[in-house]
């Protein structure tokens, strides 16, 4: 049964970057049907998709935060870590690791890529603050 | 990018039958799939509908999916309601390399 788990400090400063890896068991990280996705929730609020990768390195982005996110993998350690820049109060929120399912399908005739969530990470509450 | 409103809350007795409802801000419902994602307090969201309509193994067929493109929404219907049926639930949607999820749900079984 595919596992992940999310790790990393609990608490950030202001300006800082945080840091966070997933750790997938289970199951091979360098599987051809699967990207390996982050999401984020703010304290009493709603999911944010923050960005997913492909085990050769290919990547996704939220445009509202591609300016500060990096997602990397490492295939050797079946991990993914994502890092995000110059934080702020606004980027405290609990951040979940999930395996972001991919395919192609038609619609009306033309390819269209889609793809949804399963399963997640517990989740880990970063915090932002001095 | 597009956006995805739900209602804030709904609530409903055991038993009885209620659908939640995701409204797409622009572009079509149907030019991609909508899934659905149900997530109780201090865990992790589950899905419990992919593909607009299908059901992820263990969900019960008392859940169920579906999309309107007259009103541009998808719904989530949940028959027989149950106590534990009380969650958040959101539903979520792509396009052009954007995954979106909405603001969700808080389903009050009462």
């Known amino acids: 049964q595919l596992q992940l788990q999310e790790s990393g400090p609990g608490l950030v400063k202001p300006s800082e970057t945080l840091s966070l890896t997933c750790n997938v068991s289970?199951?091979?990280?360098?599987?051809?049907?699967?990207?390996w996705g982050w999401i984020r929730q703010p304290p009493g609020k709603g999911l944010e998709w923050i960005g997913s990768?492909?085990?050769?390195?290919?990547?996704y982005y939220n445009p509202s935060l591609k300016s500060r996110v990096n997602i990397s993998v490492d295939t050797s350690k079946n991990q993914f870590s994502l890092n995000l820049r110059s934080v702020t109060a606004a980027d405290t929120a609990v951040y979940y690791c999930?395996?972001?399912?991919?395919?192609?399908?038609?619609?009306?005739?033309?390819?269209?890529?889609?793809?949804?969530?399963?399963?997640w990470g517990q989740g880990t509450l970063v915090t932002v603050s001095s | 990018n597009f956006m995805l409103t739900q209602p804030h809350s709904v609530s409903e007795s055991p038993g009885k039958t209620v659908t939640i409802s995701c409204t797409r801000s622009s572009g079509s419902i149907a030019s991609n799939y909508v899934q659905w994602y149900q997530q109780r307090p201090g865990s992790a969201p589950t899905p419990v509908i992919y593909e607009d309509n299908q059901r992820p193994s263990g969900v019960p067929d008392r859940f169920s999916g579906s999309i309107d493109s007259s009103s541009n929404s998808a719904s989530l219907t949940i028959s027989g309601l149950k106590t534990e049926d009380e969650a958040d639930y959101y539903c979520q949607s792509y396009e052009s390399s954007y995954w979106v999820f909405g603001e969700g749900t808080k389903l009050i079984v009462l």
């Open positions: 990768i492909y085990y050769s390195g290919s990547t």
């Open positions: 289970g199951g091979s990280i360098s599987s051809s049907s699967y990207y």
């Open positions: 999930a395996r972001h399912i991919l395919f192609v399908h038609m619609v009306q005739g033309d390819p269209t890529l889609s793809g949804w969530f399963d399963p």
